[in-house]
């Protein structure tokens, strides 16, 4: 059975600086493409970056809101995946999800809350 | 960026009845087209990839079809456990986007 289980969201104020963990279980982590979903309270969904796997490079992608703020990276022998988030706005509150997939995201952890606040 | 316009944002219905949500891309995809479903306080879950193929474990009530900018999800009928929101997203051009969302209430 496939598991994404998501830690480190907290209480954070504007500047600081949060690590996010998904750890991964149940399918092949080394194969897998992963990204990061996010969802502010009550609104939908925005999708803040993806690695790929370390055979094509584990190049990242990161849109443009977050780009130079936000890292993604990954250590396949702990089969974690990382959200590295520096410089917090109040507009990065928000359950933060891991998920599976190219393209498509096939599985999603439970998420967790980052709150950025003053 | 593209962008994903979701029709109705939201909609009551009744247990049986067929259900249609539509998506709308503002520029050609292919078939780089996913659904998903969120109940409140849950994650999402996903339904559909490539427009019309069933992700694994999906009942078979749902279906996909559309290609290039017109999409669709349909719910042939209803169940008490579709409640929640739908999201179509597309994975064709970077950065992937989302739709905002189709609400769907049990009548």
């Known amino acids: 059975e496939v598991q994404l289980v998501e830690s480190g969201g907290v209480f954070v104020k504007p500047g600081g600086s949060l690590r996010l963990s998904c750890a991964a279980s149940?399918?092949?982590?080394?194969?897998?493409?992963m990204s990061w979903v996010r969802q502010a309270p009550g609104k939908g969904l925005e999708w803040v970056g993806r690695?790929?796997?370390?055979?094509?490079?584990?190049?990242?992608e990161i849109p443009a809101p977050v780009k130079g703020r936000f890292t993604i990276s990954r250590d396949d022998s702990k089969q974690t995946l990382y959200l590295l988030m520096d410089n917090l706005k109040i507009e990065d509150t928000g359950i933060y999800f891991c998920?599976?997939?190219?393209?498509?995201?096939?599985?999603w952890g439970q998420g967790t809350l980052v709150t950025v606040s003053s | 960026d593209i962008r994903m316009d979701q029709s109705p944002s939201s909609l009551s219905a009744s247990v049986g009845d067929r259900l249609t949500i539509t998506c709308r891309a503002s520029q050609h995809i292919s078939i780089w087209l996913a659904w998903y479903h969120q109940r409140p306080g849950k994650a999402p879950q996903s339904l559909i990839y490539g427009a019309s193929s069933l992700q694994s474990g999906v009942p078979s009530r749902f279906s996909g079809s559309g290609s290039g900018t017109d999409f669709t999800l349909t719910i042939s009928s209803l169940q008490p456990e579709d409640f929640g929101t739908y999201y179509c997203?597309?994975?064709?051009?970077?950065?992937?986007?989302f739709g905002r969302g189709t609400r769907v209430e049990i009548k």
């Open positions: 998920a599976t997939g190219v393209g498509a995201f096939d599985n």
């Open positions: 149940g399918f092949s982590f080394t194969s897998a493409w």
């Open positions: 690695i790929k796997n370390e055979v094509e490079g584990a190049s990242t």
């Open positions: 997203q597309q994975y064709n051009i970077y950065p992937w986007t």
